[in-house]
């Protein structure tokens, strides 16, 4: 699995690269280190946001915890 990282405001080449990602067995992870209010449609990618608690969170969300296991879960971790 490939985990890409992004910033609240994603940089706009990240967003073209990851939307042209071809299909495939392993798809991309992005997860938003602080997520916008409305995530732009990624396709090919699994996405989630990072939240704080765990009360908060909705599908999608993950806390700080999850992200470091998917971290060392990861076969690359691309930030931008």
């Known amino acids: ?11 706009p080449l990240a967003i073209q690269t990851l939307r042209s990602q071809p ?3 392993m798809s991309p992870v992005v997860v938003f280190l602080s997520p916008p209010n ?7 990618c699994t996405v989630y946001r990072l939240t704080d608690t765990l009360s908060s969170q ?7 915890e999850q992200l470091v296991g998917m971290i060392f879960k990861a076969d690359r971790v691309v930030t931008w």
Do not use: I, R
Request: net charge negative; no cysteine.
């Open 38 to 44: 409305t995530p732009p449609v990624l396709p090919q």
């Open 23 to 25: 299909p495939s067995s």
């Open 1 to 11: 699995m490939t985990l890409h990282l992004l910033k609240a405001t994603p940089n």
């Open 58 to 64: 909705e599908q999608g969300d993950l806390t700080y």
